[in-house]
């Protein structure tokens, strides 16, 4: 019974970290370093991006900006 529990908090840690990705710090061919950052899987619509505006980044503590549609609506 142990086992099972541990394996299903598992993948549930997995499925909640599933759609968030991070990106390493690197340096720029100008010489600028990059620091690292966590971002929103790419796809196709804003609303689950972290920059939107309504949506929390849960690394940062910040709170979205951005508008749901490139018209500002």
């Given at each position: 019974m142990k086992k099972i529990m541990i394996l299903c908090l598992g993948i549930g840690l997995f499925i909640e970290n599933a759609d968030a990705a991070y990106t390493?710090?690197?340096?720029?061919?100008?010489?600028?370093?990059?620091?690292?950052?966590?971002?929103?899987?790419?796809?196709?619509?804003?609303?689950?991006?972290?920059?939107?505006?309504?949506?929390?980044?849960?690394?940062?503590?910040k709170t979205g900006t951005k508008p749901l549609t490139k018209y500002g609506y």
């Open positions: 390493r710090g690197h340096m720029r061919r100008n010489g600028t370093y990059v620091s690292g950052y966590h971002h929103t899987k790419a796809d196709k619509t804003r609303i689950n991006n972290y920059s939107t505006r309504g949506n929390y980044n849960p690394y940062t503590g």
